[in-house]
């Protein structure tokens, strides 16, 4: 049974750098057919695509956050973790992982329940 | 980024109706397609991906269909907790997803 949990501080200030942890079980960050991504969602808006990486620690980022975005994975802890630079109050929103299956389609098929971030001073 | 564009971005139907989402992408994704529901408070569960493969134990109900820019969600027969908001996604690089902005599908 493969399930995810997002952990990181609900609450952080201007300017300063967001680190958020994904705790995964039920299978092996280990193989390029598996990934984990992250997603996150302003209050009442869209999903956003962010980032993954790969279980042969290709890393992919969203073109426009690009340069303040960073993602890692401790295969043994079963963990990734996304940082995020420079915050604003506009990167508030819910932030969801998720394992996503790529063997002949790429999908996100199991999703953590999302960890609510608000940015402000 | 390729650019997914959903429509409507609202909806109003009845229980039973059958009701169809459209997503264009900006470039040719073959049928890397996936669709999603979100129910409010809660994270997005994936219903097709493939453009048109159900997830294992999605109701029969749905369907999608379509390849290169344009697909469709298909809802035949409403129910009740079918009603959320629905995103397509294209995964065609496995290098970087978009998603749509999302459509509501709200009770008439």
């Known amino acids: 049974q493969i399930t995810l949990k997002e952990s990181g501080p609900a609450l952080v200030k201007p300017t300063q750098t967001l680190t958020l942890t994904c705790t995964f079980s039920?299978?092996?960050?280990?193989?390029?057919?598996?990934?984990v991504g992250w997603i996150r969602q302003p209050p009442g808006k869209a999903l956003e695509w962010l980032a993954h990486?790969?279980?042969?620690?290709?890393?992919y980022y969203s073109l426009s956050l690009r340069t303040r975005l960073t993602i890692t994975k401790d295969t043994p802890k079963n963990q990734v973790v996304l940082t995020l630079t420079n915050l604003d109050p506009v990167d508030t929103g819910t932030y969801y992982c998720a394992h996503l299956s790529g063997v002949r389609w790429y999908m996100y098929d199991y999703w953590g329940q999302g960890t609510l971030v608000t940015v402000s001073s | 980024d390729i650019q997914m564009t959903q429509s409507p971005s609202s909806l109003s139907a009845s229980v039973g109706d059958r009701v169809t989402i459209t997503c264009r992408a900006g470039q040719n994704i073959n049928k890397y397609l996936n669709w999603y529901q979100q129910k409010p408070g809660k994270a997005p569960e994936l219903l097709i991906y493939?453009?048109?493969t159900l997830q294992t134990g999605v109701p029969s109900r749905f369907s999608g269909s379509g390849s290169g820019t344009d697909f469709t969600l298909t809802i035949s027969g409403l129910q009740p907790e079918d009603f959320a908001t629905y995103y397509c996604q294209q995964s065609s690089s496995a290098v970087m997803y978009t998603f749509g902005q999302g459509t509501k599908l709200e009770i008439k």
């Open positions: 493939g453009a048109s």
């Open positions: 039920g299978f092996s960050l280990s193989t390029s057919a598996v990934a």
């Open positions: 990486v790969y279980g042969n620690d290709n890393k």
